[in-house]
T-cell receptor, first 112, second 112 residues
Framework: GNSVTQMEGPVTLSEEAFLTINCTYTATGYPSLFWYVQYPGEGLQLLLKATKADDKGSNKGFEATYRKETTSFHLEKGSVQVSDSAVYFCALSSGSNYQLIWGAGTKLIIKP | DAGITQSPRHKVTETGTPVTLRCHQTENHRYMYWYRQDPGHGLRLIHYSYGVKDTDKGEVSDGYSVSRSKTEDFLLTLESATSSQTSVYFC???????????FGPGTRLLVL
């Protein structure tokens, strides 16, 4: 079946470091891929998405490229800030029903 | 912002009592979802709705029921709360199947 695998956290970085959070997926067909972010005490909000192979989603300095050949959608940012501390979720749309398939989430901690 | 509110935001109840959580949206999205979020489990889908009076089960539906009598409201009921249902509950909406979901702020439920 469809699934999403994220790197385990927490990931701890210093401010201005380069960030990569890995996400790989298993799916039939051509799913859309998403990254959501959850700040402490809040609900999830969409960070970026990509709907077809080789698309790059970007927002707030974050980027992720839909790589069908490696079934990956890794999240990157060139220079993180303390305010980026949050939990990041990778997800895919299964296409065959109404659901999103979610990764377990990766907690990111940025130290000043 | 998809105009989603959840009520109550916090609730403490005792084992065996019924509990109803409400999700309200203002933008006429067709699809609505209830998730629970627990440490180590990420987001798990409880039930979802694809229209008024049209609902279906998610992966963790045991002990929960839902109703949707109006487009804007999606109710989640715990008929007889148990301590294992202590969790944070999120409502989400989307306009199209399998695409971007927008989340409410969450309800923190404690069952004693």
């Amino acid at each position: 079946g469809n699934s999403v695998t994220q790197m385990e956290g927490p990931v701890t970085l210093s401010e201005e470091a380069f960030l990569t959070i890995n996400c790989t997926y298993t799916a039939t067909g051509y799913p859309s891929l998403f990254w959501y972010v959850q700040y402490p005490g809040e609900g999830l909000q969409l960070l970026l998405k990509a709907t077809k192979a080789d698309d790059k989603g970007s927002n707030k300095g974050f980027e992720a490229t839909y790589r069908k050949e490696t079934t990956s959608f890794h999240l990157e940012k060139g220079s993180v800030q303390v305010s980026d501390s949050a939990v990041y979720f990778c997800a895919l749309s299964s296409g065959s029903n109404y659901q999103l398939i979610w990764g377990a989430g990766t907690k990111l901690i940025i130290k000043p | 912002d998809a105009g989603i509110t959840q009520s109550p935001r916090h609730k403490v109840t005792e084992t065996g009592t019924p509990v109803t959580l409400r999700c309200h949206q203002t933008e006429n999205h067709r699809y609505m979802y209830w998730y629970r979020q627990d440490p180590g489990h990420g987001l798990r889908l409880i039930h979802y709705s694809y229209g008024v009076k049209d609902t279906d089960k998610g992966e963790v539906s045991d002990g929960y029921s839902v109703s949707r009598s109006k487009t804007e409201d999606f109710l989640l009921t715990l008929e007889s709360a148990t301590s294992s249902q202590t969790s944070v509950y999120f409502c989400a909406v989307s306009g199209t199947r399998g695409e971007t979901q927008y989340f409410g702020p969450g309800t923190r439920l404690l069952v004693l």
